[in-house]
């Protein structure tokens, strides 16, 4: 490890000094990952040279959004989602997965297991009589169907509350499943027309968005991971269409093409799939991508 003479390090110097000091690290792409951090970083500090009051609060507020986080409650995911991290990295991630469904965020709450479920299961425990039917394939971008995918889904209810949120109200696993797709690569299952909502204002992203004045809503969507083997993973939304802040999402989620086809069911898929005639229906499609050459991301 290279060390600096005392009395020769300024401002300047000191940033190459600590890049130097990962020269031994052994593999190389953390090297890289850790030389981009400190020249961004650093560019940062001398952009805007913080005091050190100004540094003592961020190195506090940093605190806090780590002391929020528990096994339910995901802040630093919260932290960068509101700053359009979290999307940027889909996005740049996307851009490898030509013909694949588009990905959006995974969101604070994908912190639990959801239960194993069948296909046309309800994954509303309360058994609302207004029932959303969501119908789909999970398939690869040459069009083949992809049997034995499974499907993990999560969403708040009609009030806009995820299970975990609200432990006392909403039996633990309501608003998620985890669904296996066919021999086609389809896939069915109930449940309710999720409301929009607000993110977690109780923590310290809470007080961000309070002191830039931005509101904390996002539209009415459904989650999902896609998973098949020898496929990328895929994490994404449907959108309820006609939504409101589908125009102004606090976490920057919403594409175009992920706002969903929702329509009203006929006589057929009532017979088929056991719902009312007329009740809502949502279609979705979704396409997997292969793996990206040398990812540890198949299974």
Known sequence: ??????????????????????????DARTRSILTALVRHLHAFVHDIEPTLAEWETAIEFLTAVGQKCDSVRQEFVLLSDVLGVSMLVETINDQHAPGATDSTVLGPFHMTESPTRQLGDTIDEF?????LLVTGTVRNTGGSPLPHATVDVWQCNEEGFYDVQQPDVQPAGNGRGLFTTDEQGRFWFRTVTPSHYPIPTDGPVGTLLEATRRHPYRPAHIHFIARADQHRPLTTHIFVPDSPYLDSDAVFAVKRSLIGE??????EQAAQFGVKIGSPV???DLVLAPPRSGSADVH
């Open 127 to 131: 058994g609302s009589p207004d029932e």
């Open 262 to 267: 929702f329509g009203t069911g006929d006589a």
């Open 282 to 284: 949502a279609a979705v």
């Open 1 to 26: 490890m290279t060390t600096t003479q005392i009395g020769a390090l300024d401002a300047h110097t000191l940033t190459e000094d600590v890049i130097r000091s990962f020269d031994d690290t052994p």
